[in-house]
């Protein structure tokens, strides 16, 4: 059973192939308590409240108790949390900007992604020949198809169950700590979306037939690639996760390591599946990791603690990704550092989130 049973509808992206919108998130509806069931039981809960409320007296509630926003935040432990993730997505959205950079002489077009005033990342668009020269890299990693075929085909939509199995997540003893994971699964894959409509790059099969795919190409650019984004934004999250919680955990230093090593993996996965270059997972690591680091700011956590540069990457026909997706990405062959990423405040509902997932593992260590 999957760790984010009743929980799988709020990526709404289904992987991002078929983009069908917000209603996806409906799915969340399978985390709220029962509330009756069918037709009988409803008829029988309703002749039940007509006999009995009769006893009820008159007295109206003190006019405080009508007011629910007495805290700042207090009120979102009320809501659905399908309609928490309508409220993310809104401040996410609120804050994200994508801007297409045209080519000029000497240089190629290209996009440049920001979060409020800050700029995060700039990407050059590759040119015909590096993707062509990419095409042996991704040839060669075909042959791990067959030891890496079950898990290429079940992260096809959502993943991020493999990330819970590392930090022995169960339900409900971690449900917000799920909540986390998943909003920054979804918050990443709408981040990846502009730069691949803005740079509109083929997939590897559309440049060489002989390159068969194991999984059908999605239905949208591919640079910078989307789980690698993803992938990245959540390792990125989670390890300051795993050190503000670290007496939860004995080996929390080696479960760090693991979520990098989970989250190149799951991107590496796509490029043996034929669907995705090197180059993709590179810029899409170097994107997710700003992602996940804008994230944990809005979650109220210190510059100080989430330290990052913005990037310029200009992809390297011999980068093959061979890399840990933390650290090590930053001297990823074409990335230029420049200035330190400051600023970014924090919003009150991611804060919250946050919070609420410390507070299961100092619980359940209690």
């Known amino acids: 059973m999957s760790y984010f049973s009743g929980m799988h509808g709020m990526h709404g992206m289904h992987g991002m192939h078929g983009m069908h919108g917000m209603h996806g998130m409906h799915g969340m509806h399978g985390m ?19 006999a009995i409320v009769g006893v009820a007296k008159d007295d109206n509630p003190p006019t405080s108790f009508l007011d629910m926003s007495d805290a700042a935040t207090e009120p979102v432990s009320r809501w659905d949390p399908y309609v928490r993730q309508m409220l993310y997505l809104t401040e996410f959205q609120n804050r994200l900007r994508c801007t297409g950079i045209p080519a000029e002489e000497g240089s190629a077009p290209g996009v440049s992604v920001s979060w409020a005033d800050n700029r995060l990342l700039t990407i050059e668009k590759p040119s015909d020949s590096v993707f062509i020269e ?107 996760l795993l050190e503000t919680v670290s007496g939860h955990y004995p080996d929390y230093e080696n479960r760090i390591l693991m979520v990098r090593k989970q989250a190149q993996r799951i991107a590496v996965n796509r490029s043996v599946a034929g669907i995705h270059f090197p180059i993709d997972n590179t810029a899409g690591a170097l994107l997710g990791r700003r992602i ?57 509902v991611f804060e919250w989130l946050w919070n609420r997932s410390v507070a299961e593992f100092l619980k359940s260590a209690a």
Request: net charge negative; aromatic share 4%; charged share 15%.
């Open 32 to 50: 709220q308590s029962a509330a009756g069931g069918g037709g009988g039981s409803l008829m029988a809960l309703q002749s039940s409240a007509q």
């Open 292 to 348: 996940g680091t804008m994230l944990l700011r809005a979650c109220g956590l210190p510059e100080a603690e989430t330290p990052v540069k913005a990037a310029k990457f200009t992809a390297d026909v011999n980068d093959d990704f061979g890399r840990s997706v933390h650290e090590q990405i930053e001297d990823a062959p074409g990335v230029t550092q420049q200035d330190s990423i400051d600023g970014a405040e924090k919003i009150a």
């Open 134 to 240: 990419q095409i042996g890299l991704v040839s060669d990693l075909v042959r791990h198809r067959v030891e890496r075929g079950g898990e290429i085909m079940a992260q096809v939509g959502s993943f991020p169950d493999y990330f819970g199995m590392l930090l022995s997540l169960t339900m409900p003893q971690f449900a917000h700590t799920f909540e986390l994971i998943q909003t920054v699964h979804v918050l990443a894959g709408y981040a990846v979306m502009p730069p691949k409509h803005i740079l509109a790059c083929r997939r590897p099969s559309e440049i060489d037939g002989r390159l068969t795919t194991l999984v059908p190409n999605p239905g949208h650019g591919s640079f910078p690639s989307g789980h690698a984004t993803q992938a990245t934004a959540i390792a990125t999250v989670l390890e300051k």
